[in-house]
């Protein structure tokens, strides 16, 4: 069974950063793309970044762009978001999830696309 476990969220202030990790289990983890989701009450979930353990191809929605990273360590079978700058709009819940046919891309985009999901971990950006 594929498994995946988010951590690392927690209170911030705005302009800070925390890192986010996505450990997984149950599968050929280098065959997996990797994506970060959040949603926010009442929003619906949107993708934030991704990344291919294939080719290790990255995507960023354009909200994340320039402020945030994403790496995969295929030796612990681990994928890190390294969130900067934090913003009071970046509070959400983030998920992790993984599919094996979904290329790093606008494709990280879309939540139904991802067939695997993990628990969430809450951020939450104070002004």
């Known amino acids: 069974d594929v498994q995946l476990q988010a951590s690392g969220g927690g209170p911030v202030q705005a302009g800070g950063s925390l890192r986010l990790s996505c450990a997984a289990s149950?599968?050929?983890?280098?065959?997996?793309?990797i994506a970060w989701f959040r949603q926010a009450p009442g929003k619906e979930r949107e993708g934030v970044s991704c990344?291919?353990?294939?080719?290790?191809?990255?995507w960023f929605a354009d909200s994340a762009k320039g402020r945030t990273t994403i790496a995969s360590d295929n030796a612990r079978k681990t994928v890190y978001l390294q969130m900067n700058s934090l913003k009071p709009e970046d509070t959400a819940v983030y998920y992790c999830?993984?599919?094996?046919?979904?290329?790093?891309?606008?494709?990280?985009?879309?939540?139904?696309?991802?067939?695997?999901w993990g628990r969430g971990t809450q951020v939450t950006v104070s002004s």
């Open positions: 990344i291919s353990n294939t080719d290790g191809s990255t």
């Open positions: 149950g599968f050929t983890f280098g065959d997996f793309t």
């Open positions: 999830a993984a599919d094996r046919f979904v290329r790093s891309g606008p494709g990280c985009y879309d939540p139904y696309l991802f067939r695997s």
